[in-house]
């Protein structure tokens, strides 16, 4: 007797498939960003240091604590309250730096940028994508930074009977504000670069000593004459609508200046989805 057993259908599985855009990769990249302890280590810094060290130089005008001795204006500080309280700026946009560039350049070191621009055909997403999610870690940062060294300086400095400037004075919301612009430009511009140089120390390299050291060294060494062309680097630009010490002696307007710093993102962030496109990964 034969016994003829029936073979049950296979259950048919449907695979279903996304298409690739930019909103995905722009969510990828804030995955990638966002998981890194290095990431908010910096962040914090940033913050802290914007706060702290703001807390610091209004302690010192104030002469609540002093100051070693160094040959620079009385207490240490000079420029105005404003100019005092968002001392801290200076030294995070270092921080700041660091951070776009490791944003820029961490990926070639690892040879993970192979997977990336695997997964985004379109390279320009990739640039635009770690823009974004770059900026939407740093802009809430350096606005937490800028005005809570505000908020804490000026409350030092008016504890202590010294002078003082309120938001709504002439051209201190906007020195505010454009302060943290000015940290989220230089982020940009170190993540730009790290994907020009493909280098984590050389973009940082650049960023710092091209950027913010150099250019403070050439207003000092060149003659007046140069002033001319000083005043369009990014630190001089920025320093048209913030408290930043400009290379030469003479500024932008704060709009032009504004415009100046914003292109120099443009143009550092599309040479980046230009070499992106032109080159293997």
């Given at each position: 007797?034969?016994?003829?057993?029936?073979?049950?259908?296979?259950?048919?599985?449907?695979?279903?498939?996304?298409?690739?855009?930019?909103?995905?990769?722009?969510?990828?990249?804030?995955?990638?960003?966002?998981?890194?302890?290095?990431?908010?280590?910096?962040?914090?810094?940033?913050?802290?240091?914007?706060?702290?060290?703001?807390?610091?130089?209004?302690?010192?005008?104030?002469?609540?604590?002093?100051?070693?001795?160094?040959?620079?204006?009385?207490?240490?500080?000079?420029?105005?309250?404003?100019?005092?309280?968002?001392?801290?700026?200076?030294?995070?946009?270092?921080?700041?730096?660091?951070?776009?560039?490791?944003?820029?350049?961490?990926?070639?070191?690892?040879?993970?940028?192979?997977?990336?621009?695997?997964?985004?055909?379109?390279?320009?997403?990739?640039?635009?994508?770690?823009?974004?999610?770059?900026?939407?870690?740093?802009?809430?940062?350096?606005?937490?930074?800028?005005?809570?060294?505000?908020?804490?300086?000026?409350?030092?400095?008016?504890?202590?009977d010294a002078t003082t400037v309120s938001l709504t004075d002439n051209g201190v919301l906007r020195s505010i504000l454009g302060m943290?612009?000015?940290?989220?430009?230089?982020?940009?511009?170190?993540?730009?670069?790290?994907?020009?140089?493909?280098?984590?120390?050389?973009?940082?390299?650049?960023?710092?000593?091209?950027?913010?050291?150099?250019?403070?060294?050439?207003?000092?060494?060149?003659?007046?004459?140069?002033?001319?062309?000083?005043?369009?680097?990014?630190?001089?630009?920025?320093?048209?609508?913030?408290?930043?010490?400009?290379?030469?002696?003479?500024?932008?307007?704060?709009?032009?200046?504004?415009?100046?710093?914003?292109?120099?993102?443009?143009?550092?962030?599309?040479?980046?989805?230009?070499?992106?496109?032109?080159?293997?990964?």
């Amino acid at each position: 007797m034969t016994t003829t057993i029936e073979a049950s259908p296979r259950p048919t599985e449907t695979i279903t498939t996304h298409p690739q855009t930019l909103g995905r990769a722009i969510r990828s990249e804030w995955i990638k960003i966002r998981s890194l302890r290095s990431t908010w280590v910096f962040l914090a810094a940033v913050i802290v240091i914007t706060i702290g060290f703001g807390a610091i130089a209004a302690a010192v005008s104030t002469g609540t604590i002093t100051a070693p001795p160094n040959g620079g204006p009385p207490n240490g500080f000079g420029g105005g309250p404003l100019s005092t309280v968002l001392t801290g700026s200076t030294f995070a946009v270092l921080l700041i730096g660091v951070l776009g560039s490791l944003a820029g350049a961490r990926e070639y070191g690892s040879r993970m940028i192979t997977a990336t621009v695997a997964a985004v055909p379109r390279r320009w997403q990739v640039v635009v994508a770690k823009t974004a999610a770059l900026a939407y870690i740093v802009v809430p940062g350096a606005l937490i930074g800028v005005f809570g060294a505000y908020s804490v300086g000026m409350n030092i400095l008016s504890s202590n009977d010294a002078t003082t400037v309120s938001l709504t004075d002439n051209g201190v919301l906007r020195s505010i504000l454009g302060m943290a612009g000015y940290i989220t430009a230089i982020a940009l511009l170190g993540l730009g670069l790290g994907i020009l140089l493909r280098s984590v120390a050389g973009s940082i390299g650049a960023v710092i000593g091209g950027i913010l050291i150099l250019p403070s060294i050439a207003g000092a060494l060149l003659p007046d004459s140069w002033d001319t062309i000083l005043r369009f680097l990014p630190s001089s630009a920025a320093a048209s609508f913030t408290t930043v010490t400009a290379a030469g002696k003479s500024t932008l307007d704060a709009g032009a200046g504004a415009a100046v710093l914003a292109a120099w993102v443009v143009v550092v962030l599309g040479a980046a989805i230009l070499m992106i496109n032109r080159r293997d990964a």
